[in-house]
Every structure is written in structure tokens, then in C-alpha cells.
């Protein structure tokens, strides 16, 4: 039976009494656009930018300063917070190796949601987070189902709970859509690494 993740979520958060802590990575402002909304009201949350895909420098800071000024636009009852996680390309290369001709939704994706992943977990666990997450799984080009099989196992190994999520159901990737443009935020169209830059005609945001 295929899980229903969206559900999931929706019963956890009617389950709280508080807000709990979240580390969510977020890959740009427009995917963290919605997710921002929706989940401000249950969490105090603290955006993780860690994205060593992206392909220049100048490319990554964009996608940050624009991640914080929506933080400073967006309303939200909870707090919200941001930690600029290292840019190591190098880190995604060496994971890419051998992968470079995989086409966009192939091995070396999965191989860099884990290491994004990775890197979110690791930061939670050292902080005393309650959950973490990703905003990836609002993109309609991203596989749900893998991105929470692989924060799962994650979660299994290093003992911080993995939010179940579907961000793009209940119409969240079309209100992301709205909020980029409200807010006028950049909205790139390729996921972050040059591989998924040669092929944006195919795939993007």
C-alpha cells in the first residue's frame, strides 16, 4: 500500500502540544515558500542551507540571500531562524563520481539527497533538534517516497526523527508557485548542480 505522507504529517501535528524544534534544509526560497507557511504555526524552525550541488558560488549566494530575505517577509507565528551550511562542491563531486552521464531523477540524485540529508541529520543530532526534514519534496520533479525512505534511514542511524512529508500535496507546490510571486523571489530553473543546469529545458524547479 503506497503511503499517504501528507497524512502522516497531518496527524503528528495534531498530536502536539507545543512546537517542537525542526531543522529543515532548504534548497531555495521558493521551495521554502510554502513550506515556511504551513509549518510555522506547529514548529519553531531553523532553515539548514546546505547545498554543495549548487554549481558557483555566486549562484549559492543568491539562493541564500534570497532564503533570508523571505525569512524577514514571510509572517509566521513561530520562530524561524537560518544556518548557512558550508559550500563544498567538492563534497558533491566526489559523491557524483561516475554518475556524470545518470539522467536528472537517476542514481546521482539519490546519491545527493543523501548527502544533504546526511549533513541535516548530523547537524540536528548535534543540536538537540526534535525532527528534521527537507523542503525538496514540494518539487512535482522530486520523489517523495525516496526523500522519506532516505531521511528514515537517517533517522534510524543517528536517532532524530524524520518528519513525514508530501509538500506538494494539498496544493502546496501551486501556493509556492503564488508566494514566488508575491514575494518577487528568484526562481531558478534548475535544481542547483550543472548537470541539472544542462538539461533545465527538461527539469527544473
Not at 74 to 80: A, D, F, S, T, Y
Not at 116 to 124: G, I, S, Y
Not at 144 to 161: Q, R, T, V, W
Not at 190 to 201: E, L
Request: with cysteine.
Amino acid at each position: 500500500m503506497t503511503r499517504n505522507y501528507q497524512r502522516e504529517l497531518d496527524l503528528l501535528i495534531s498530536s502536539l502540544d507545543k512546537p517542537p524544534r525542526l531543522l529543515l534544509h532548504a534548497c531555495c526560497a521558493p521551495c521554502a515558500s510554502y513550506v515556511l507557511e504551513y509549518l510555522s504555526d506547529y514548529f519553531d524552525i531553523t532553515l539548514f542551507f546546505y547545498n554543495p550541488n549548487i554549481d558557483s558560488f555566486e549562484e549559492y549566494e543568491k539562493r541564500l540571500a534570497e532564503l533570508a530575505r523571505l525569512v524577514n517577509t514571510l509572517p509566521h507565528k513561530n520562530n524561524i531562524e537560518i544556518i548557512n551550511g558550508e559550500y563544498t562542491p567538492h563534497v558533491f563531486f566526489n559523491a557524483s563520481l561516475g554518475l556524470e552521464n545518470e539522467p536528472e531523477r537517476g542514481k546521482r540524485c539519490d546519491k545527493c539527497f543523501y548527502l544533504r540529508l546526511e549533513e541535516t541529520v548530523k547537524a540536528a543530532k548535534a543540536d538537540d533538534f526534535d525532527y528534521f526534514c527537507t523542503t525538496l519534496s514540494i518539487s512535482p520533479h522530486k520523489n517523495a517516497a525516496l526523500l522519506n525512505k532516505i531521511g528514515e534511514e537517517l533517522a534510524e542511524k543517528y536517532g532524530i526523527p524524520y518528519l513525514p512529508s508530501d509538500f506538494k500535496k494539498k496544493g502546496g507546490y501551486l501556493r509556492s508557485i503564488e508566494l514566488s510571486k508575491k514575494y518577487n523571489l528568484y526562481r531558478q530553473n534548475f535544481c542547483g548542480c550543472r548537470f541539472s543546469k544542462d538539461s533545465a529545458g527538461e527539469i527544473n524547479e
